[in-house]
């Protein structure tokens, strides 16, 4: 099916979402508050410790075999599933709150004890190498051999200081974000996949009394500053006390089988909330992220003098490059992952997936994605809401997709995993904010016309909606050549840039 991307379309939703945020509140977070449904204009500044954990064996056991099957599909998931039922009670025990949990990263947050209380960021920071080493622990205990799971190997980043918490998603799967360097730092130290173990920041090193390190990435705690910060903290729980739990837990509640449907396409229609392990989705598909670059940067700049902004532009671009996915190219957002969103899109019958078509059309929806992205920081600018620079790197690839939910009733939470989503990521994360990249995959799948977008290095370079429409409809895309009969381009690129215009491809054209 061809899909369109509308210049008015999308400048009527970005000028509605900037409306939406045109009165922003900054409350400062404090005891009894709750973080919980974080209203759409309000942001609370948080003094805590954020603990990142990366399980650095996930990728490993999706390439256990050498076809990426249902069995190895389900035995990941339930691998994480086991996992992510014994973080969650651990966090219950010591009173931490899990953040996210998006595949083989863990985001968790200590606010407690509150800054009322002498030496409370210590306290705080103790409290978070205790309870990352009682992770540590536990998960390698809660292997299952009858299954053939192993134990999980673990890598943590903890970093201390202010972020902004922001609402995080929509429609019934609401929870915070945390803008700000210290939910930042934590997760790159987390994710430097190369070894296990706990490793602070130099900002939490400097609360513990530590000496500073000129690669703090590389400096893992050793075993007797960790034991130093456990008998600080005194957790009243063990390792041994929640590995009983949780097998307790597990013949009372058994890890559901997993059992896999087609989704007839499109994605759009896909209803997570409603998954379950014996309800999964897998069927081959694309996974895409879109990351937007310099975000980093711009909250660090912004943080304490303009928060209200960072509030803005955070919810203008992330809404509108979940319209594009979701309602002009009728793919699925499976989550927004701080300033990254995460989405499948699918092409096909109930029967089968269309596998030429769907890499065609995610190849013209990261087009859609780069020229809203580019008209919506034109528009926060001309609001006043936004001045600097700031990029979309963009990156997808093909394969066989889960989609699914973990955990028990009542507080599951969304998966998607595999190794097309893992690919996606990493294509991603090659690319700056003017590019985008088609995974070794994809690229091997896709059409010739797809092929000679991306050229031999899979990569490509201010890649619009109407440059890869134009490109794929003149080599005979049949998609994208009845997206351009639907709407005719208001200028070329070569002239709009004579004309130091920006360009509004198909801005000609009303919604059907």
Known sequence: MSHTWNSDRAKA??????????????????????????????????????????????????????????????????????????VSRIFKRVDARRVDFHNQRLHSLFTKPYNSETGAEKKRVQRAVATAQLMIDVLAETKDDDAKLPGAVVRVGIDTGETLAVNNGRNGYREPLFLGDAANHA???????????????????????????????KVALTKDEIQACQDAAALDVTAETIVKEWREDLKN????????????????????????????????????????????????????????????????????????????????????????VHGLICEGTAAITDIQETISEATRLAGGFRSSFDLALELLKEKGYFSGELGLAIGFEYGPMTVTRLGVKGTRVRCSVS??????????????????????????????????????????????????????????????????????????????RAQEKVVRPYCGTTEA
């Open 13 to 86: 939703h970005i000028e509605k979402k900037m409306d939406d945020v045109e009165t922003v509140n900054i409350k400062k977070y404090g005891r009894d508050m709750s973080l919980e449904s974080i209203p759409t204009n309000t942001a609370y500044r948080v003094d805590g410790v954020h603990m990142y954990a990366d399980i650095l064996n996930l990728k490993a056991m999706l390439n256990e075999t050498a076809v990426e099957g249902t069995d190895c599909h389900k035995r990941t998931l339930r691998f994480l599933d086991q996992h992510y039922r014994a």
């Open 253 to 340: 509640n058994p890890l559901g089988s997993f059992e896999f449907k087609r989704h007839t396409p499109p994605f759009s229609t896909m209803d997570i909330a409603s998954l379950t392990p014996g309800n999964s989705r897998r069927q081959e598909a694309v996974s895409i992220y879109a990351d937007i670059d310099g975000f980093t940067a711009y909250v660090a700049d912004n943080i304490e003098s303009n928060a209200e902004d960072v509030v803005r532009v955070l919810h203008v671009l992330r809404a509108e490059l979940e319209r594009v996915l979701t309602t002009e190219f009728e793919g699925r957002r499976v989550r927004f992952i701080g300033d990254c």
């Open 187 to 217: 997760a790159k130290l987390a994710s430097n996949l190369s070894t296990k173990g706990i490793y602070l920041t130099n900002a939490a090193r400097k609360v513990l009394g530590l000496d500073e390190e000129d690669a703090p990435e």
């Open 419 to 496: 190794r097309g989503v893992l690919a996606s990521e990493d294509e991603q994360v090659r690319c700056n904010g003017s590019e985008t990249a088609i995974g070794q995959s994809a690229y091997d799948e896709a059409s010739d016309p797809v092929k000679k977008i991306f050229g031999s290095k899979r990569k490509a370079a201010n890649l619009d909606y109407l440059e890869v429409t134009e490109a794929l409809a003149d080599s005979g895309d049949k998609s994208a050549s009845s997206a351009r009969a639907l709407g005719t381009p208001a200028r070329t690129p070569a002239i709009a």
